[in-house]
């Protein structure tokens, strides 16, 4: 960078974090840099996904000096400003957790974040990837039945993708990379073998960092993110619970009680829409379920 360009300050993407630096993406170049100490005293730390102001101060090498503000972020990963929560799910080998994966849907719903569901390995049980498909469209979630061996369902997923920062979320073992090798063979990510003694997957990935796609976006693949650590990070009290069941949303004003949990009310519209079929019963199963671990939270704890 010249000299005479060195004291501007420049806008743009942090694409990677790792060992105190972010790697920032602008239109001059890619910059390594720090972060001012003026976060730290704010808390406030820097994220993979932050649209953020930097300088310079050499070539290719710079602080970041202001962080944009986010429209969203999560703990961990820790990764800001996402516009696509990618839930991947396998249909076997692991075979898939409706709870665990609703409960997913919910946090991304709380979080503002777009949810999608991908159920891999959909040439092993084709017709079973079906049903369960069908209950997530049924819903109203982009749904894609994929297959990383035979490419089933790579190009609808990729043109998903196209111009958002998305992040994947699943256990391990369900196909992640794999999946992210087939959407674009640039990406190289390394792939791991299902460990059959353990019943899953060694983590392979190892730092936070946003992959550009070909077409356009960025897919983040980060270090051993699966379902335990967004569970364990973000929390929803059971009050904000029924807003994160977007197929809810159509029943609640019509429920006979205000106030209704929707579990067991003589009168609820939610309990009425799950026996007429218009909402799926896995669905409502999981929301009961969380329901019942989101009384036991209170507010004043989380604080």
Partial sequence: MRTQDMNQTLHGLIVKALGGFYYVKTT???????????????????LVGDQ????????EEGYV??????KNFLVRPPLANIDSLVLVTSI??????????????????????????VVSKADLEGEEAERFAKIYR??????FLVSSET???????????????????GNSGVGKSSLLNRIDDRLSLETAHISQKLGRGRHTTRHV?????????YIADTPGFSSVDLERCEVILKDELQYCFREFEECIPHCKFTGCSHTCEKGCAVL??????????????????????????KEWELK
Avoid: M, W
Avoid at 28 to 46: D, M, N, V, W, Y
């Fill in 65 to 70: 000096t202001n962080i944009l503000p986010r």
């Fill in 151 to 169: 490419g089933e369902g790579v190009e609808a997923v990729r043109s998903y993708l196209t111009n958002k920062l998305s992040a994947f979320c």
């Fill in 209 to 217: 960092e946003l992959y550009e796609l070909r077409e356009g976006g």
């Fill in 92 to 117: 076997e080998e692991p075979a898939p957790n409706t709870l665990v994966l609703d409960k997913l849907i919910a946090i991304a719903e709380h979080k503002d974040i777009a949810p999608a569901v």
């Fill in 52 to 59: 953020v102001e930097i300088s310079p101060t050499g070539e």
């Fill in 28 to 46: 001059h170049a890619l910059f390594a840099c720090r972060a001012r100490g003026k976060f730290r005293k704010i808390e406030q730390t820097p």
């Fill in 272 to 297: 009425a829409a799950v026996e007429e079929g218009s909402i799926p019963r896995s669905r409502h199963e999981s929301y009961c379920a969380l329901y019942e671990d989101a009384k036991n939270i």
């Fill in 138 to 143: 049924t819903c109203g979630f982009p749904t």
